[in-house]
């Protein structure tokens, strides 16, 4: 390896500090370097060779193609050397001087070498780094690429054991290092002869750390670059016996696209206030979000924690009220309405639809055995025994009907788990027959068919608002406008409940006596409160106790979460061109585009901007066609010449509520697979960090900077 410019006789050094950059691995960037530099010689080496040995220094760079701070300097993905002193490069047919120059001309040119080669001296001598501080960054740099190539991968780096004296074998981590250095890796060889370890538990975590570190701070520099963003925590996870809330971020990018990252897991441990004051204080403290960019949050809680996510909701408003509460894409809203409620019956059903989509996703003979149960129960309706099978096939507990899909099938469903745990024919193991046990005591509880049928029923109202609002730009721009409407049907419902409850009450008391089961009042009510079997009547009970709190729920959640500066935010999607021309009589709500006044440009010019992007968009040529979605109206190439409209259409790109495609929607799925794929042992929020953000960009030559700063004992000890 290069510890010097490779620029010929490029005078960087100690009297011109400069930071060295390694060749890029990109291959036609790499090309480009060498064509710049006019090294002729590496022309024929791998970009893989190039990057490993050889490095340019910054002098050859633009100020604007290095990114500098307190920690690191690094170049830009797309940095090209430009910048070359004339007399530094080599000279292409330089005349050979005849053997009849005279002697004083042969004199003079010898003396000319001569100063040549003393001032190539004096430079290779200048730019020469210590040695031993070059090899402890190689060094470092072999461990950090086999940690990065082990997150990326999500492979832990521990276990089955740290070292192989108990005859289970080494971790992983040392496993590859071992392959590394047999594959001559001479750095990591001459390190393991030293101490008989190339690295350390203790170093390890160190350097998980200090990866973690290095991708906040990209991330973060991301976003400020980005500015306005909204802020996305989901449901909590537990690791290693404590809870974490998994944060994101949405923002949109410099070229106008729609960017959701996963920040991270703040610890949730902690009461009300205090632990709403402490995330917040992480947030911008440790993490070094400016929250007053802020600009929509959106949370996904059930069960215990509801109160504290709420709590955290609040003081965020409080603090920065331009943070508008809005719905999380990612959940439905009717899913997402009935995982805030703290009630026994609600919260029975959606644990128990959890672990009916668990139960039969892991097993396709499962999955048969209920398809099988479908058609005993539908076998005069094909068509509707066949939609009903293929909702099944998918993850219907996230649909926008998934209770009115529970209620169809709850009778097979029953049949099916009844029939697993009976295991007359010896098939299943005891974890499932358990399992099947479990799944049928519920169902079989009149407390979660009664809660089923009222959240059926409360949720229909919602359900076509949900879809619309979660859909296309043009069904959300409709449901921005018809929510008055729902919350009118809804209060409807509310004063007309002892009517409602009874129909919802009879039809849950025949679909019980279908399935054989009694209808009671649970019996944790009975012991709390004393009453002896009779002594209350379920209709009451249910009325006072579920459907009353659901509607009143249902009326309350649609109202926060849908606030005015909300429904102004959504109806801003009056400005995607094709949704100008759908309604081109009406030109858009200015009124609307003003809560964002203080964050466009010119507000003074926005009348007459917003007049002329109308006119513009609402009469279409034959054979043009509009944008019809908020990605395709970013990538317009006139909107630059709107900076009002394009200022507002990227802060509705960071709306919560709003479905992102496929392509920007990744963190999400990627935070789940980690999630889902990794033993509760290996879990790790540090890794789950590096995992789900591979493509974010880091450098690992930055990395080791980071390192040694940190860890100064650490870097001199290697």
């Known amino acids: 390896m290069q510890n010097r410019c490779a620029v010929p006789n490029c005078t960087s050094g100690k009297s011109e500090p400069q930071p060295l950059f390694r060749f890029p691995y990109d291959q036609e960037r790499s090309k480009k370097w060498v064509e710049k530099c006019q090294r002729q010689d590496l022309a024929d080496k791998s970009p893989d060779q190039l990057y490993r040995y050889y490095r340019l220094c910054g002098k050859h760079f633009e100020t604007s193609s290095i990114l500098r701070d307190a920690q690191s300097t690094v170049l ?19 005349v050979k001087r005849g053997k009849e120059a005279t002697k004083d001309d042969k004199t003079e040119s010898k003396g ?95 350097m998980i750390e200090v990866f973690e570190k290095c991708i906040h701070s990209k991330l973060v520099e991301e976003v400020k670059q980005n500015g306005f963003f909204s802020l996305l925590t989901d449901d909590l996870v537990q690791i290693s016996g404590e809870w974490y809330l998994p944060v994101f971020l949405r923002y ?32 911008t403290d440790k993490w070094g979000l400016d929250m007053e960019q802020c600009r929509g949050q959106a949370h996904s809680c059930s069960g215990i924690h509801l109160s504290k996510i709420k709590t955290f909701a609040a ?23 009935a995982n805030g409620m703290a009630l026994s019956g609600v919260q029975l059903v959606m644990s128990t639809l959890k672990k009916i989509q668990s139960f039969f996703s892991r097993s396709s003979v499962l999955q048969l055995e209920l398809e099988h149960a479908i058609s005993i129960f539908y076998a005069d309706k094909e068509e509707k025994a066949k939609e009903l099978k293929t909702t099944c096939q998918t993850n219907w507990i996230r649909r926008h009907d998934a209770f009115e899909v529970a209620v169809e099938i709850l009778e097979a469903l029953l049949l099916c788990v009844d029939s697993i745990h009976d295991n007359e024919d010896m098939r299943w193991n005891d974890q499932v027959t358990h399992n099947a046990l479990e799944i049928s005591k519920a169902l079989a509880d009149f407390e979660f068919i009664m809660a089923l049928v009222v959240l059926k029923n409360v949720t229909t109202l919602t359900r076509a608002f949900g879809e619309n609002v979660q859909g296309n730009s043009a069904d959300a721009y409709f449901a ?29 008391v025949n679909l019980a006596a279908a399935m054989e089961i009694p209808v009671t009042v649970p019996r944790s009510f009975l012991r709390k409160h004393q009453s002896e079997p009779g002594a209350v009547q379920p209709e009451s009970y249910y009325k006072e106790h579920l459907s009353v709190p659901v509607v009143n729920h249902v009326i309350k959640e649609l109202s926060e979460l849908f606030c005015e500066d909300h429904l102004k935010a959504l109806r801003c999607l009056s400005l995607i061109p094709a949704v100008i021309e759908q309604h081109k009589s009406t030109e858009p709500e200015e009124e609307s585009i003003q809560v964002y006044k203080n964050d466009i440009p010119n507000a003074g010019t926005l009348s007459a901007e917003l007049h002329c992007w109308w006119v513009k968009y609402s009469k279409k040529g034959k054979g043009e066609t509009f944008p019809s979605n908020l990605q395709e109206t970013l990538q317009l190439a006139d909107v630059k010449f709107f900076p009002n409209m394009l200022a507002v259409l990227r802060l509705i790109g960071i709306l919560p509520t709003l479905a992102l495609e496929d392509s920007c929607d990744v963190a999400y799925k990627r935070f789940q697979m980690y999630m889902e794929n990794t033993p509760d042992r290996f879990k790790s929020k540090s890794l789950a960090l590096l995992n789900v953000n591979y493509d974010v960009g880091y450098d690992l030559d930055a990395v080791v900077e980071v390192y040694m700063k940190t860890y100064p004992d650490r870097a001199e000890a290697s």
């Open 76 to 94: 830009k993905d797309d940095a090209v050397p430009t910048i070359f002193d004339v007399h530094s490069q080599p000279q292409n047919g330089q």
């Open 112 to 206: 000319r070498k001569k100063i040549k080669k003393s001032q190539a001296e004096t430079a290779t001598e200048d730019v020469q780094a210590p040695p031993e501080e070059d090899g402890v960054k190689e060094y470092l740099r072999s461990l950090f690429e086999v940690l990065a190539l082990l997150g990326e991968q999500n492979i832990p780096p521990t276990g089955p054991a740290e070292n192989k004296q108990d005859g289970l074998g080494s971790s992983t981590f040392q496993a590859l290092l071992e392959y590394r250095m047999n594959s001559g890796d001479e750095v990591l060889k001459v390190k393991f002869d030293e101490n008989k370890e190339c690295c350390s538990s203790a170093q390890l975590n160190q």
């Open 252 to 283: 949109v990018d410099q070229a106008n696209c729609q960017q959701e990252r996963f920040f991270g897991l703040l610890s949730f441990e902690g009461d009300g206030e205090t632990l709403a004051e402490k995330l917040l204080s992480e947030l």
């Open 315 to 337: 003081k965020l408003i409080e603090k920065h009220p331009m943070a508008v509460l809005a719905l999380r894409s990612t959940h439905t809203l009717n899913v997402s309405l």
């Open 480 to 508: 921005a406008t018809s929510l008055k409407a729902v919350l009118h049907s809804l209060q409807e419902v509310s004063d007309n409940i002892d009517v409602y409850n009874e129909f919802w009450n009879d039809e849950a």
